[in-house]
T-cell receptor, first 115, second 107 residues
Framework: SAVISQKPSRDICQRGTSLTIQCQVD?????MFWYRQQPGQSLTLIAT?????????ESGFVIDKFPISRPNLTFSTLTVSNMSPEDSSIYLC????????????FGAGSRLTVL | RKEVEQDPGPFNVPEGATVAFNCTYS??????FFWYRQDCRKEPKLLMS???SGNEDGRFTAQLNRASQYISLLIRDSKLSDSATYLC????????FGSGTRLQVQP
């Protein structure tokens, strides 16, 4: 399966600032997914990042708050804008495996704390 | 109502025990079903896919009941290393994760 590198692995940020999380995959993938896992909760899909088109956001998530870039088939970024303590979470990048089975492989996640 | 519902546990069982987790999903259009395992402070990793006919992988057996929209996971002969949170997952294009069931296997 694909190997995914995410950075930063963790960060502590001040309220009102923005942070960009990077996701690098060791192979070309069509779709990349960004999930959020808040403390004690399960994963919630933020958006699907498609190469060559705008990201598709899930209900409750908007581009102004979570802008996403997808410049090529191996890389994506997620920015958490104008952060508040409620944005403290783990943000995970994921890709589908190449066998068409809709199985997801995840990066190790970026643990964000907003003070 | 959550799209994927699981008993959060924790399930505390002795080594060697058999333990079963259940999960229900609300989207009848779902076509993909999985169990993922998540260790503390780690990312989720695929444990096994779930098929309508039921499937087994060593000590793990997964079953799907489409009529009842119900998924199960059975772990036989529990090991200490099975201690983790087990996430039930279903979906069609996008996957929806349950909140997880925490398992603690005790010596």
């Amino acid at each position: 399966s694909a190997v995914i590198s995410q950075k930063p692995s963790r960060d502590i940020c001040q309220r009102g600032t923005s942070l960009t999380i990077q996701c690098q995959v060791d192979s070309q993938v069509t779709m990349m997914f960004w999930y959020r896992q808040q403390p004690g909760q399960s994963l919630t899909l933020i958006a699907t990042a498609n190469q060559g088109s705008e990201a598709t956001y899930e209900s409750g998530f908007v581009i102004d708050k979570f802008p996403i870039s997808r410049p090529n088939l191996t890389f994506s970024t997620l920015t958490v804008s104008n952060m508040s303590p409620e944005d403290s979470s783990i943000y995970l990048c994921s890709v589908q495996t190449g066998d068409g089975a809709n199985v997801l492989t995840f990066g190790a996640g970026s643990r964000l704390t907003v003070l | 109502r959550k799209e994927v519902e699981q008993d959060p546990g924790p399930f505390n069982v002795p080594e060697g025990a058999t333990v079963a987790f259940n999960c229900t999903y609300s989207n009848s259009a779902s076509q993909s079903f999985f169990w993922y395992r998540q260790d503390c402070r780690k990312e989720p990793k695929l444990l096994m896919s779930v098929y309508s006919s039921g499937n087994e992988d060593g000590r793990f057996t997964a079953q799907l009941n489409r009529a009842s929209q119900y998924i199960s996971l059975l772990i036989r002969d529990s090991k200490l290393s099975d201690s983790a949170t087990y996430l039930c997952v279903s979906g069609r294009r996008a996957l929806t994760f349950g909140s997880g069931t925490r398992l603690q296997v005790q010596p």
